[in-house]
């Protein structure tokens, strides 16, 4: 079993900001960190729970590229692609206010580029899980390769988060991807770009596809046909919530590729992102050991853990 992932790895500059300034305006920002961010978060969040874990996506040899593919070996986290010297990696501004809300200014690198091909020698398990994001379908440049890879998929799950760019994805080309997936994972936002309507949404991806609906402290849903189980998150003091969708993702494939259940997974997953935004960078990723012992989590109530190392 291993988690691939074709989410982008970037870096990101964030800042804390009192507020986003108006179109012409200025504000000063504070706290700068420049740390590897974007796909590195579903990664970390399964190797650190215990799952082996792949980065698909390219990456380049310049200062940045050089960044993540350190964390990458620190971690533990295999790269399908060997760095390249054509073009750095890209990054991420990221502006967060005082209520943790962020605003996101994307520069493409090298990782916006992959091609036909890249992957031909590629063969998923049928305990693989292979997530895909929105931000990379967006990209032209890497659109079309990206989807004729997943048409080519004869085993494995997709896992599909689309993120805030989803409105930026041509339909026809979402459609095809939406139609191969098996689990949805998005937030309140992403939903409502999709439709608002679990009912008709679920239509639109593979048979028997779950829906994990995410809403940042409120919890988050399992849609399951026609069952739907809301789980509340713990809750914290949030400082920065970068990065808490793709390790709630990344937690819940690798709870799963542990043969945990359904709602056990989605627990643990609350638990590992409710942490998340309580740190700063990848050291909010948490460990399968450090969710367990976490005062947020409540084991008596999910016995399925129990064994489970």
Same mark, same amino acid.
Not at 190 to 208: N, P, S, V
Not at 280 to 301: A, C, H, N
């Given at each position: 079993?291993?988690?691939?992932?074709?989410?982008?790895? =970037?870096?990101?500059?964030?800042?804390?900001?009192?507020?986003?300034? !108006?179109?012409?305006? $200025?504000?000063?920002?504070?706290?700068?960190? %420049?740390?590897?961010?974007?796909?590195?978060?579903?990664?970390?969040?399964?190797?650190?729970?215990g799952v082996?874990?792949?980065?698909?996506?390219?990456?380049?040899?310049?200062?940045?590229? &050089?960044? =993540?593919?350190?964390?990458?070996?620190?971690?533990?986290?295999?790269?399908?692609?060997?760095?390249?010297?054509?073009? $750095?990696?890209?990054?991420?501004?990221?502006?967060?206010?005082?209520?943790?809300?962020?605003?996101? /200014?994307?520069?493409?690198?090298? %990782?916006? %580029?992959?091609?036909?091909g890249l992957?031909?020698?590629?063969?998923?398990?049928?305990?693989?899980?292979?997530?895909? +994001?929105?931000?990379?379908?967006?990209? +032209?440049?890497?659109?079309?390769?990206?989807?004729?890879?997943?048409?080519?998929?004869? &085993?494995?799950?997709? @896992?599909?988060?689309?993120?805030?760019?989803?409105?930026? /994805?041509? /339909?026809?080309?979402?459609?095809?991807?939406?139609?191969?997936?098996?689990?949805? +994972?998005?937030?309140?936002?992403?939903?409502?770009?999709?439709?608002?309507?679990?009912?008709?949404?679920?239509?639109?991806?593979?048979h028997d596809?779950?829906?994990?609906?995410? $809403?940042?402290?409120?919890?988050?849903?399992? =849609? *399951?046909?026609?069952?739907?189980?809301?789980? #509340?998150?713990?809750?914290?003091?949030?400082? $920065? &919530?970068?990065?808490?969708? *793709?390790?709630?993702?990344?937690?819940?494939? @690798?709870?799963?590729?542990? !043969?945990?259940?359904?709602?056990? +997974?989605?627990?643990?997953?609350?638990?590992?992102?409710?942490?998340?935004?309580?740190?700063?960078?990848?050291?909010?990723?948490?460990?399968? #050991?450090? =969710?367990?012992?976490?005062?947020?989590?409540?084991?008596?109530?999910?016995?399925?853990?129990?064994?489970? *190392?």
């Amino acid at each position: 079993m291993t988690v691939y992932s074709l989410e982008s790895a =970037i870096i990101d500059l964030v800042l804390s900001v009192p507020y986003i300034p !108006n179109a012409g305006g $200025d504000v000063l920002g504070e706290d700068f960190r %420049e740390t590897p961010g974007g796909g590195i978060y579903p990664l970390l969040a399964s190797r650190r729970c215990g799952v082996p874990s792949t980065y698909l996506g390219r990456c380049g040899s310049g200062p940045r590229g &050089s960044l =993540i593919q350190n964390l990458f070996a620190k971690e533990g986290i295999s790269s399908f692609l060997p760095a390249t010297n054509e073009r $750095d990696t890209g990054f991420c501004i990221t502006m967060v206010e005082p209520n943790s809300e962020r605003t996101f /200014i994307t520069h493409a690198g090298i %990782e916006a %580029e992959i091609t036909t091909g890249l992957y031909k020698e590629l063969k998923y398990a049928a305990d693989d899980y292979l997530i895909v +994001s929105g931000y990379d379908l967006a990209y +032209s440049t890497s659109q079309v390769a990206i989807v004729e890879h997943l048409q080519s998929m004869a &085993s494995g799950t997709l @896992a599909f988060d689309p993120g805030p760019l989803v409105g930026e /994805i041509p /339909i026809a080309l979402l459609e095809q991807v939406l139609v191969r997936t098996q689990i949805l +994972s998005l937030n309140e936002r992403e939903f409502q770009l999709l439709g608002g309507d679990a009912t008709a949404l679920i239509k639109r991806l593979a048979h028997d596809a779950i829906i994990v609906l995410r $809403d940042g402290a409120k919890g988050s849903t399992l =849609i *399951d046909g026609a069952m739907i189980t809301h789980l #509340d998150a713990p809750r914290v003091d949030s400082i $920065d &919530s970068t990065g808490a969708g *793709d390790i709630h993702l990344g937690t819940l494939l @690798a709870m799963r590729a542990r !043969n945990l259940d359904w709602l056990t +997974s989605l627990y643990v997953a609350n638990v590992a992102a409710a942490i998340s935004v309580t740190k700063f960078g990848p050291e909010k990723v948490p460990t399968f #050991d450090e =969710i367990r012992m976490s005062p947020l989590f409540q084991s008596d109530k999910y016995s399925a853990l129990e064994g489970v *190392d």
